[in-house]
């Protein structure tokens, strides 16, 4: 029984996101977004690593759809590479500091006393840096690197996870509720799987949502300058940084992946909104 | 002594203060409980009556093992509370069952109505998994809900079918005692009226002690056959309902009593002001500020409770009925 409530639970929850009309578009436009990452290599026209140089620089046409960069690149080619790379690092890095900072928020709003201190400094720290300079810092010593950039940014959302979970947790820990299971005789993992955690996971779901378009961006602005995946990988971060020095003879080398990347953030925004909206008890009828 | 005889729960002598950080000479002390004794015996229904303030769900909260006494001792079974939940806090837990007077509250908003009910069976596993369903629609049944409601949230219902769901979780656990805070306060006259009558068929029906807390006297004398009056963290009264209704021995139960509105007298208010602050109480008899048959001695000592017509205890020097047998 629980299984298929909890079953109806999620069905309600996605229904509710898709009563909203600018909800509905976010998913649609991300949904694009994945499936043009999933199949790259069958949409793709060309090598996106190819290099010809005397294509380069060319305008959008036939050939090349959207155009070549200064090495002859397929700008298409690589937009759809490059989704992926976006999208792996976007959600990789959210996942990986979501289980991080929920573990640690948990533990710091159940155990209370000098854990909670200890563990809420440590925090503080993290969260002392604004998360690209963190990443950059990460990067510095540890080098460039696909992986080496999911780590980076995972440990910069590892402290506003564990921040709200906390506060949250010591929201949910005083209710009547949690003291009735305790009553009642419920285990006290069950009373933190159940009880706890089920009342707090709707906040680290949006939370979740949101992170992975700052990620994303935070991913091609440190490609950007130049700490992040090394060319000639296809990156939308590094196609942009290339593109900016023949903005004026060539403006779609760094427009195209710019626009392409504005519309995935904007997408996840709205994305996010309907997750929140969804989720939240005091919004009209949803649950 | 022999089983049947020893109360479920015996308070003895027990306080109960809490340091408040206010005021300019150091921390200040709030006596909630103040020497409150009482006994609650298997098979009875005891409330406990008084104002806001009085005490009343610091005690509960103490039956139920939330807080511990500063001082005296709970016994439960005539074994103190305390080493009971140290040995078997699950065989308590299930024994012992509680209604919160905020109902919605008390249950998972992310649950439905039945998980809700079925926890308490799961957890001490006191019935087979697939048996579940089927005995939360028996549960539900008995308190007058229909079987739909299983599938619902406890937002999607009244605050009087909150009541009863919380009422047929407590039932789930299959208790020997129920205490209940306030539970039917704040409902309207006509639900209130049937939640009433649910609570009295079921303790009649499945032998349960039931502990009442409520400040109207009205729904105690409907529910209990004992009541205990309490007086900022004392009780000053104790006895059969009938015969405290009869004729109150206490100023401040003929006060209390008095002050409930009827439809064949007007409305009087014999009790003046407000309940003093337990933080500062007065010498001698804590009510003498308020009582209407204040006399010189009350402001110099302390009623002990004594003895009246051998079933009541009363904390008065100056009693308004009945013989005082020696304390």
């Known amino acids: 029984?629980?299984?298929?409530?909890?079953?109806?639970?999620?069905?309600?929850?996605?229904?509710?996101?898709?009563?909203?009309?600018?909800?509905?578009?976010?998913?649609?436009?991300?949904?694009?977004?994945?499936?043009?990452?999933?199949?790259?290599?069958?949409?793709?026209?060309h090598d996106p690593v190819h290099q010809a140089v005397e294509a380069s620089m060319q305008p959008p046409s036939a050939a090349h759809w959207l155009g070549t960069d200064s090495f002859?690149?397929?700008?298409?080619?690589?937009?759809?590479?490059?989704?992926?790379?976006?999208?792996?690092?976007?959600?990789?890095?959210?996942?990986?500091?979501?289980?991080?900072?929920?573990?640690?928020?948990?533990?710091?709003?159940?155990?209370?006393?000098?854990?909670?201190?200890?563990?809420?400094r440590v925090v503080d720290g993290?969260?002392?840096?604004?998360?690209?300079?963190?990443?950059?810092?990460?990067?510095?010593?540890l080098g460039p690197g696909v992986d080496n950039l999911v780590y980076a940014l995972a440990l910069s959302f590892v402290g506003p996870f564990a921040r709200t979970v906390?506060?949250?947790?010591?929201?949910?820990r005083a209710q009547p509720y949690v003291e009735a299971a305790r009553l009642m005789g419920v285990p006290m993992r069950e009373i933190v799987v159940r009880h706890v955690l089920l009342n707090v996971a709707p906040g680290i779901v949006v939370q979740a949502g949101i992170r992975v378009s700052i990620a994303i961006l935070l991913e091609s602005g440190l490609s950007f300058l130049g700490v992040g995946v090394a060319p000639p990988t296809p990156d939308w971060g590094l196609m942009i940084a290339e593109g900016r020095a023949f903005i004026t003879m060539a403006p779609w080398i760094a427009g195209i992946p710019g626009v392409a990347l504005a519309i995935l953030l904007v997408a996840l925004n709205l994305l996010a909104d309907g997750?929140?909206?969804?989720?939240?008890?005091?919004s009209g009828e949803a649950r | 002594m022999n089983e049947s005889t020893v109360p479920v729960f015996s308070v003895l002598d027990v306080e109960k203060r809490f340091l408040l950080r206010k005021g300019r000479g150091g921390p200040v002390e709030l006596r909630a409980l103040d020497g409150v004794r009482l006994d609650i015996e298997a098979g009875s229904s005891v409330a406990l009556v008084g104002e806001s303030g009085s005490g009343k769900s610091t005690l509960v909260r103490m039956l139920l093992g939330l807080d511990r006494p500063g001082e005296g001792?709970?016994?439960y079974d005539g074994i103190d509370l305390q080493q009971v939940l140290a040995r078997d806090r699950s065989r308590f837990a299930r024994e012992v069952a509680f209604v919160y007077q905020d109902a919605r509250g008390s249950m998972n908003p992310r649950f439905t109505i039945g998980e809700i009910i079925g926890e308490p069976m799961r957890v001490h596993r006191l019935h087979p998994a697939q048996d579940i369903p089927r005995r939360v629609a028996l549960l539900l049944e008995r308190v007058g809900l229909p079987a739909s409601v299983a599938v619902r949230y406890p937002?999607?219902?009244?605050?009087?079918?909150?009541?009863?769901?919380?009422?047929?979780?407590?039932?789930?656990?299959?208790p020997r005692v129920?205490?209940?805070?306030?539970?039917?306060?704040?409902?309207?006259?006509?639900?209130?009226?049937?939640l009433l009558n649910l609570l009295r068929e079921l303790v009649a029906e499945l032998k349960v002690t039931l502990v009442f807390v409520t400040h109207d006297l009205g729904v105690a004398s409907y529910l209990c056959n004992r009541i205990a009056v309490m007086y900022l963290g004392r009780i000053l009264e104790t006895g059969p309902v009938d015969s405290i209704l009869q004729g109150p021995a206490h100023p401040y139960t003929r006060g209390l009593l008095e002050s409930f509105p009827r439809f064949d007298r007007p409305l009087r208010a014999p009790l003046r002001g407000e309940i003093p602050s337990p933080v500062d109480l007065p010498a001698g008899c804590r009510f003498a500020s308020r009582c209407p048959c204040v006399q010189p001695q009350c402001t110099e000592a302390d009623p002990v409770a004594r003895a009246l017509d051998g079933r009541r205890l009363v904390a008065c020097l100056f009693p308004l009925s009945g013989e005082v047998a020696a304390a």
């Open chain 1, 1 to 45: 029984m629980p299984m298929a409530t909890r079953r109806s639970a999620l069905a309600e929850g996605w229904s509710a996101v898709w009563a909203q009309r600018s909800a509905r578009w976010g998913m649609g436009i991300v949904l694009a977004y994945v499936l043009a990452a999933l199949f790259a290599p069958w949409l793709a026209t």
């Open chain 1, 72 to 120: 002859g690149q397929d700008i298409y080619s690589r937009l759809l590479y490059g989704a992926r790379l976006a999208l792996a690092i976007g959600f990789g890095s959210v996942l990986l500091g979501m289980v991080a900072g929920v573990a640690l928020g948990l533990l710091a709003g159940l155990a209370g006393g000098r854990t909670e201190w200890a563990i809420m």
């Open chain 1, 126 to 141: 993290l969260l002392a840096f604004p998360e690209l300079i963190l990443a950059m810092a990460f990067l510095a010593v």
């Open chain 1, 166 to 172: 906390r506060s949250d947790v010591l929201q949910v």
């Open chain 1, 275 to 282: 997750l929140r909206d969804a989720l939240d008890p005091r």
């Open chain 2, 73 to 75: 001792r709970v016994l």
């Open chain 2, 155 to 174: 937002h999607q219902l009244s605050g009087g079918q909150v009541r009863r769901v919380a009422v047929a979780r407590a039932l789930a656990q299959e």
């Open chain 2, 178 to 194: 129920i205490m209940a805070d306030e539970a039917v306060a704040g409902l309207d006259v006509s639900v209130q009226a049937s």
